[in-house]
């Protein structure tokens, strides 16, 4: 009896020593971040081998002596990069904090920061589809936090009775053949753990087929409308034998000298002559052809010359008078 209550009385010290850990750690970071403030953090992922990450901060507030910015504990940052107002920026990643440091020199108050850096492994193979997760908890107050998930050229979204993004709120789009993934924070508290899944696979040679046959249905969409256009533009297009009989004497006269005119056509001046009409009436007669689409004037040199609008169709034009 004396080891049992010993070995509880042992696990209670334990329990209540972990809660004073916590209790402390959250104490000491609110004490040391207390002083900074970020404006707003956009943090962007381009999935691949190697995945690309990249961090914009901008800080309302600011006055510790380096930028430290924890990394999920499944990154291994490579080639880190950093720039600030001056230029590029001495940084480095810490293995023992897990936390990406650049040295800002004596800046402070209001500035902006652009973090890069490469890392491996971020892409899980469950077979059906690929998983992607991560999560960071908020350290610094911050107004505004955005995070972007790029998916590799040629991957989209898992088809799965699961959802394929959580939180389910996020924004999808393309850019190209790359589909992304973007949420956004406003305001998240001190301490918040924000965590985000991905799943996605690749789409293979079947979504090019697929975008060869929709492409191919759009031309063929295109083309059949096209044809269709053009029927009906030309449904009530006649040729010049069947017309003739329902024109005016006036203008039967003048299309038949058209058409009996050299190289199918003859000069407005010598229709003046060869019609006895004033020169007004003949212009008159001409301008109302034209508009209809039965005859074309062109101008050759000072003079109109003028031709057939439309064909000439069956006519015996030996039969023509005159």
């Known amino acids: 009896m004396t080891f049992i209550r010993d070995r509880t009385s042992s696990r209670h010290i334990f329990s209540f020593s972990k809660i004073f850990v916590a209790l402390f750690s959250i104490l000491l970071i609110s004490t040391v971040v207390s002083s900074t403030q970020i404006t707003s953090k956009s943090e962007k992922i381009v999935l691949g081998n190697p995945s690309n990450v990249s961090m914009h901060l901008e800080y309302g507030e600011f ?121 956004t924070e406003k305001d998240p508290s001190l301490g918040d753990r924000l965590s985000y899944t991905v799943r996605y696979q690749d789409l293979g040679p079947y979504s090019l087929v697929k975008d060869q046959i929709t492409l191919l249905a759009i031309l063929g969409v295109l083309v059949l409308s096209l044809f269709v256009v053009f029927l009906w533009k030309n449904r009530d297009r006649k040729t010049i034998a069947s017309i003739l009989p329902v024109l005016k004497d006036d203008e039967r006269e003048t299309l038949e000298l058209i058409i ?14 060869d019609l006895e009409y004033s020169k007004a009436k003949v212009s008159r007669l001409v301008k109302d052809l034209e508009e209809r689409g039965l005859i074309k004037k062109e101008k050759r040199g000072r003079k109109n010359y003028i031709t057939l609008g439309r064909e000439i169709g069956d006519l015996d034009v030996s039969n023509l008078s005159d």
């Open 260 to 273: 009996k005119g050299e190289e199918g056509g003859m000069y407005q001046k010598d229709l003046v002559e």
């Open 63 to 183: 006055t510790s002596r380096n930028i430290i910015v924890v990394v999920p504990n499944t990154h291994q940052p490579r080639k880190v990069k950093g720039y600030g107002p001056g230029g590029r920026l001495p940084c480095r990643y810490d293995e023992v904090d897990e936390a990406v440091v650049c040295d800002p020199g004596e800046l402070e108050g209001n500035f902006s920061v652009n973090i890069t850096y490469q890392t491996s492994g971020l892409m899980e193979n469950k077979g059906e589809y690929f998983l992607f997760e991560h999560s960071k908890s908020v350290l610094i107050p911050t107004d505004y936090y955005e995070f972007e998930v790029v998916l590799p050229e040629g991957y989209g979204l898992a088809e799965l009775n699961k959802t394929s993004i959580e939180p389910p709120d996020g924004t999808t789009g393309s850019k190209g053949r790359e589909i992304y993934v973007d949420w």
